[in-house]
């Protein structure tokens, strides 16, 4: 008793020596491509200036538990250490030679 064979309905394929040159891939560009290129625009600082102290307050919110008492807390304290360190970069930068001199 011989088994039959089985064979799908596919017809087969044959392979050729032949091949085909595959297209050229265009460079893909990523997020980070977008950043790069948005960061050299003139309206990246404002942006990332609100995206930042919204980020800020969001985690303040999230951290005092909705009591506001604690919220406003936590906010004038690092109010108080971003005005620290403004002033702290500023007589810094009062020592520095502008770029301006025109000499």
């Known amino acids: 008793m011989a088994q039959a064979r089985r ?3 596919k017809r087969p ?9 595959a297209p050229a891939k265009a460079p893909s560009s990523g997020i980070a ?7 050299k625009t003139r309206i990246f600082v404002p942006v990332m200036s609100v ?3 919204a980020v800020i307050i969001l985690v303040d919110l999230l951290v005092s538990w909705n009591n506001y008492d604690r919220f406003f807390k936590i906010l ?4 108080l250490i971003a005005g620290i360190v403004w002033v702290i970069g500023m007589v810094l930068s009062f020592g520095e030679p502008s770029g301006n001199t025109g000499n």
């Open 7 to 9: 064979t799908s309905g």
């Open 13 to 21: 394929t044959s392979r050729s020596s032949t091949k085909k040159k």
């Open 33 to 39: 491509d977008y950043f790069h290129a948005f960061s």
């Open 51 to 53: 995206v930042v102290m």
């Open 76 to 79: 004038g304290f690092e109010l």
